[in-house]
């Protein structure tokens, strides 16, 4: 992934503009520290700063036809770009190995529908001139929102469009700012956002009654983490010894020795590459001395047979980067915070031993119910609307998260439970194979598809022989939330930390201070507080949700999965 940034339609002289849009666009710099890209184009001004994991040595942007009429900066991967290429009925001319680059030659022949056809993580920026007379701007984000992008207006001079992938770039320019939604594009031709995904699973009141199919639900996976290995760096896996991390780590070190078998016979294949930089998977994982994720991860690795790396951090060291996380991240959510300080960390460490991509497990909870309060969930159609509801806000919360905590370091996260194609199958299961009670363990679905102790797994005796994913108490471990689960008493502090920052006065007094989503808690209000410092203009707070718990089941608000009473270490 990289960083984007773009001026459309300016209202003033966009050449003595470009300066100042250099150096907002420096403020990303950290996503895509190998390059930096700039087109002025009449009164528009793309700027792109590039994190170069596919088209190493050739994909520099801002990319551009061979006429110069259609220009395009993006941020992403597109994993089905080789098919794409194929699809293309006018002959075209590549300039670069990048898999973005079939963007523009696709929008050529399709226009807006090269959306729909995009299988991977993306957010672009395209600037058509081939109407000299009316440049025409198009933007578009990943169905999920895996990136992250801002769009910025200026209220006395609304024909102009600025596109960011973070906030920080539009914060001092900008009085709008609003998050490019998910799964639409933007047509300057209109002035509209319009969906481009809309699966049959989207809406929420649509319950599925189709069976879970385990075998199909395993390859579902399996393929999508298959995808997610094309590159040409050296890449990782994050282990956190959880379920989810657990599964990715496990079909990734298997697929990639497919891949790593296959590269040798075809050595000028760029996109497998990466799978020769490393011949042993590398596992990464993060916690405070003695955490329980530390333990797990360490006994997963053992048993794949990774190059593990773990990396502790001190309660000090945590507290001390909290405020530069709410600056990447730019929200202030409590959970977030809390999970994404380890990341944080973690990615600065990954980085520094050079490896560039990783895979990772966010999405799973939202997509099977693995959030300890499900288990509270008043009916199998309330636990499908939940999760349908919870992956339509993933972009606020985990991949948010993903996203900007790597790549305050330069590192992409890909995360294969949030596939296209994997979502169309496992968001179609009837509810009633997913529910969690005291005699199911939560996202069991997902635990038996991988089973090859389980019957209906439907393993044939030869997948039976090449062994178990992962240990039998690891497949079968409850969920830990990822901010419980790298020390209990990083939370426990964070709250501690926030009491002493805190008054009792200013917490009642927090209307007054933020009529704008009080904080409730001390530590929501310290977190509001370091936000503001970073971001004071009143736009910048429409862009963060606060992720909690349906508390109108009877659950905790607070987001701490040990909050919960279906945690075995509840408090």
């Given at each position: 992934?990289?960083?984007?940034f773009?001026?459309?339609n300016?209202?003033?002289?966009?050449?003595?503009f470009r300066q100042?849009a250099?150096d907002?666009?420096?403020r990303?710099?950290?996503?895509?520290p190998?390059w930096?890209?700039?087109?002025?184009a009449?009164?528009n001004?793309i700027?792109?700063?590039?994190?170069?994991?596919v088209?190493?040595?050739?994909?520099a942007?801002?990319l551009?036809t061979?006429d110069?009429?259609i220009?395009?900066?993006v941020?992403?991967?597109i994993?089905?770009?080789?098919?794409?290429?194929k699809?293309?009925?006018?002959p075209?001319?590549f300039k670069?190995?990048s898999?973005?680059?079939?963007?523009?030659?696709?929008?050529k022949?399709?226009g807006?529908d090269v959306?729909?056809k995009?299988d991977?993580?993306f957010?672009?920026a395209?600037l058509?001139?081939r109407a000299?007379?009316k440049p025409?701007?198009?933007?578009a984000?990943?169905?999920i929102g895996?990136?992250?992008?801002?769009?910025?207006?200026?209220?006395?001079?609304p024909?102009t469009?600025?596109?960011?992938?973070?906030l920080?770039?539009?914060?001092d320019?900008?009085?709008?700012?609003?998050e490019?939604p998910p799964?639409h594009?933007?047509?300057?031709?209109?002035?509209?956002?319009h969906?481009y995904?809309?699966?049959?699973w989207w809406?929420?009141?649509?319950?599925p009654?189709?069976?879970?199919d385990?075998?199909?639900?395993r390859?579902a996976?399996t393929?999508a983490?298959r995808?997610?290995?094309m590159?040409?760096?050296?890449y990782?896996?994050?282990?956190?010894?959880g379920?989810?991390?657990s599964l990715i780590?496990?079909?990734?070190v298997?697929e990639?020795a497919?891949i790593?078998?296959t590269?040798q016979?075809d050595a000028?294949d760029?996109?497998?590459?990466?799978?020769?930089?490393f011949?042993?998977?590398?596992?990464?994982?993060?916690g405070?001395?003695?955490?329980p994720d530390?333990?797990a991860?360490?006994?997963v690795?053992?048993?794949?047979?990774t190059?593990h790396h773990e990396?502790?951090?001190?309660?000090?060291?945590g507290l001390?980067?909290?405020?530069d996380?709410?600056y990447?991240l730019e929200?202030?959510?409590?959970t977030t915070i809390?999970?994404?300080?380890?990341m944080?960390?973690?990615?600065?460490?990954i980085?520094?031993?050079g490896v560039?991509?990783v895979?990772?497990g966010?999405?799973?909870?939202?997509?099977f119910?693995g959030?300890?309060?499900f288990?509270s969930?008043?009916?199998?159609?309330e636990?499908?609307?939940e999760?349908?509801?919870r992956v339509h806000?993933l972009?606020?919360s985990?991949c948010l998260r993903a996203n900007?905590s790597?790549?305050?370091w330069?590192l992409e996260?890909?995360?294969p439970?949030?596939?296209?194609?994997?979502l169309q199958?496992?968001m179609?299961v009837r509810?009633?194979?997913?529910v969690?009670s005291r005699?199911?363990?939560e996202?069991a679905?997902i635990?038996?598809?991988?089973?090859?102790e389980f019957?209906?797994?439907?393993f044939?005796?030869?997948?039976?022989a090449?062994?178990?994913?992962?240990?039998?108490d690891?497949?079968?471990r409850?969920k830990?939330?990822?901010?419980d689960?790298?020390g209990y008493?990083?939370i426990?502090?964070?709250?501690?930390?926030?009491?002493q920052r805190?008054?009792?006065?200013?917490l009642?007094?927090?209307?007054?201070r933020?009529p704008?989503?009080?904080?409730?808690t001390?530590e929501?209000y310290?977190y509001r507080?370091?936000?503001?410092?970073h971001?004071?203009?009143?736009?910048c707070l429409q862009?963060?949700v606060?992720?909690?718990p349906?508390?109108?089941?009877?659950?905790s608000?607070d987001p701490?999965?040990?909050?919960?009473?279906a945690?075995?270490?509840a408090?």
């Open positions: 992934m990289c960083g984007i773009g001026v459309f300016y209202h003033g002289d966009s050449h003595a100042r250099l907002l666009s420096k990303i710099r950290h996503r895509g190998d930096s890209g700039c087109v002025v009449g009164n001004i700027c792109h700063e590039r994190l170069a994991i088209g190493i040595d050739t994909g942007q801002p551009t061979e110069e009429s220009i395009l900066t941020n992403g991967e994993y089905n770009h080789k098919q794409l290429e699809e293309l009925t006018a075209a001319t670069t190995h898999d973005c680059e079939v963007i523009l030659h696709m929008y022949e399709v807006t959306c729909a995009l991977g993580m957010s672009w395209l058509d001139r000299p007379e025409r701007l198009v933007a984000r990943d169905p895996i990136t992250t992008l801002y769009v910025g207006r200026v209220a006395a001079h024909e469009v600025f596109i960011a992938s973070e920080k770039c539009l914060n320019e900008c009085d709008q700012i609003e490019f799964g594009y933007f047509d300057s031709a209109d002035g509209e956002f969906r995904f809309q699966p049959d809406a929420p009141e649509r319950v009654a189709a069976p879970v385990y075998r199909r639900l390859e996976l393929a983490v995808k997610r290995l590159a040409e760096v050296p990782g896996v994050l282990l956190s010894g379920l989810d991390s780590s496990s079909i990734a298997r990639a497919r790593s078998a590269a016979s000028e760029i996109d497998t590459r990466g799978a020769r930089y011949p042993r998977m590398h596992s990464f994982s993060v405070l001395p003695g955490a530390l333990i991860a360490r006994k690795a053992r048993f794949l047979g190059a990396y502790t951090y001190t309660i000090q060291e001390d980067a909290v405020a996380v709410i990447h929200t202030y959510d409590v809390r999970a994404s300080t380890p944080y960390l973690m990615s600065r460490k980085k520094s031993a560039k991509m895979l990772s966010e999405g799973a909870d939202e997509v119910g959030y300890l309060y288990h969930a008043p009916s199998a159609s636990f499908h609307q999760t349908v509801k806000n972009h606020t985990d900007k790597t790549m305050a330069g996260a890909r995360v439970f949030l596939d296209r194609a994997f199958v496992a179609n509810p009633e194979d997913k969690c005699s199911v363990m996202k679905i635990r038996r598809a991988f089973d090859v019957a209906d797994a439907g044939t005796p030869e997948e039976i090449q062994g178990p994913y992962l240990p039998r690891v497949l079968w409850q830990e939330q990822f901010s689960g790298v008493a990083w426990d502090s964070l709250k501690e930390w926030a009491a805190v008054s009792d006065g200013s009642a007094a927090a209307a007054q933020f704008h989503d009080t904080p409730e001390k929501a310290l507080e370091i936000f503001d410092q971001f004071p203009q009143p736009a862009s963060v606060r992720w909690v349906r508390t109108d089941w009877g659950c608000a701490s999965g040990r909050a919960q009473k945690h075995e270490q408090y």
